[in-house]
């Protein structure tokens, strides 16, 4: 093989520059710089639901209606609490009357008189968007009027949402609705005008007993992340892949 | 080319630009990718601030606190120590409304209240069967529970 030196030179100087030249494609960033570059990574927001605590009061359904300008007797709502009862001849009825808004105050369900004495188990398993990771509602919306902020909250932006519904259908936790005032759809939010100002949630702030509580997953001294990271915790619907971030203590099989 | 086929595709072409021009300024410049994924951060990004200014209405405990010191103080000794003011006596928010406007926060007296923790359900192992219980038609049917018993500290008697 032969090179002369003119060829020679060339190749040096060009592979050289070659080599060069994609690392000016990266800047230098001040410290203050770089703290907002990954400033987005700091907050994953989760919830905890110990349903173990949960009396069926419905206190939080009350308290989200309100917060969140709900239409109070119309029947839609952000979170609900269902009750299910397990008897020991194996069957397993639930029912969420106004979506527990009104608490659980009698022993009938769906209008069946049950036992005491007949009941194996029950329980009360409150429900709210899981703000999933792979948000199926988000995929499906057509104009960009649904999305996920940085912070992992599913929000629904009201001026832009056309009303289509598709999120609704997409959704497998039937946590999105119709909102029958603004016309578009509409789901909970964690409260994110409250979160974001360093408050609880309405729910959250509402449960007298606990069975609610929001979480920082970055923040690893957040005791609600460490309850989630290190005890046994539960979500609902996994097979879809959506990676909710509702994460459940004592969640019975008989949940759907 | 006949003119017959041309004439339609110039005013397809056309209303194709059309849109392009009204897309332009229907929409708003703040709208795109603002994330990592095209499928899932797509989107307006002041919807994100707009959601952030959304009023809050239950403003807490220690809000209330700043006036109604004696009843917090009561309500913090009892066992309903867990229960926020606001459950009972309405969400005093968005700012502005109380106490400005007698109207806006409505005290809840009624039994059905009290009943939502209160009403026997007789569940075995659940944390419903812990609390104290009546059945609705043995117990003072009809009375308002607080005629009774003061809601702030349970274990009073009303005087």
Redo the contacts between chains.
Sequence with gaps: MSCSRRDFLKDAVSGAAATVLPLSAFTFLTTDEAKAAIA?ATVRWAFLVDT????????CV??CK???EIPYDAPVTRTWVERY?VTKDGRTLADSPNGGR??????TIRGEEID?EN??????VPKLCNQCD??AC??VCPV???????DGVV?I?R??CIGCGYCIMACPYGVRFFHPEHKVADKC?FC???I??G?QP?CV??C???ARRIANLRDPDDPVTQIITTERVAVLKDEYGTKPHVFYIGLDASVR | MKRHVLHPLWVAIGLVGLIFLARLFVVPDDFGVHGDSFTYNYHRLSNVQEWQEFPVKYQGRDSCAECHKDNVRTQRRGPHKRIQCENCHGPSGPPGNHPDNEEYLPLNKERDLCMRCHASLEYPDAARSELPAIHDRRHKRRRECVECHNPHDPREDVE
């Design positions: 987005e173990t605590k949960c009396v069926g009061c419905g206190l009350k308290a309100n917060e969140n009862v009104d608490g659980f105050t009698t022993g005491p009941v194996a188990k029950a329980f009360f792979n948000p988000v995929q960009g009027a649904t999305y996920q902020t940085h929000l932006d001026e832009w939010n994110y005008h409250r974001t100002k408050m309405a702030d509402s007298a007993f606990g």
